[in-house]
């Protein structure tokens, strides 16, 4: 049998004291857990079940929603105002220096809170988005890399540069 590792902790959840539980991602597991108790899965975990969101996505996506609302703690996530949603994420680029894909999760996973679960969607409307990062091309085309040779004017590097690519 395996060990894995449980994490309770209490938290305030619309103005009740709960138990919240943090288990390690398993289908089965959780199967019991769900069945064997009296535990009422919370409104962001259905709304992600019902999108069919890969198991991936929705432990991406709360997690970042529970550092969210972990950061707001006394506040419920109904009372935080845009200004509060977006003065969280500038934080998170200013001290933690997070990457632009790592702000769209973060982003992706406060819009489905506030649009979807608690039908909120004038906090998220037409959030600021980062920009994309440029990407160089995995592969170039062989008009790309004649175009490339030409532009070499080093006889050296053009005959290494016709070597390699006889290959």
Known sequence: MA???????????????????????????????RTGSGARWSAEHRCLTLK???????????????????HYDEIKPSQLTRKQIDDYVVGLIREK?????????ILSAIKMFYAEVIQQE?????????????KLPHVLSEAEVTRLFQATTNGHLRCDNAIVTSH
């Open 3 to 33: 060990v894995i590792t449980i994490t309770v902790s209490p938290m305030l959840h619309e103005n009740q004291e709960r138990i919240r539980v943090d288990i390690p991602y398993d289908p089965a597991m959780i199967q019991k857990i």
């Open 52 to 70: 069919r969101y890969s198991w991936r996505t929705v432990k991406a996506y709360k997690n970042c929603f529970g550092q969210f609302i972990r």
């Open 97 to 105: 220096r997070i990457s632009e894909s790592h702000q769209s999760q």
């Open 122 to 134: 004038e906090k998220v409307r037409n959030i600021i988005r980062p920009k994309r990062p440029e």
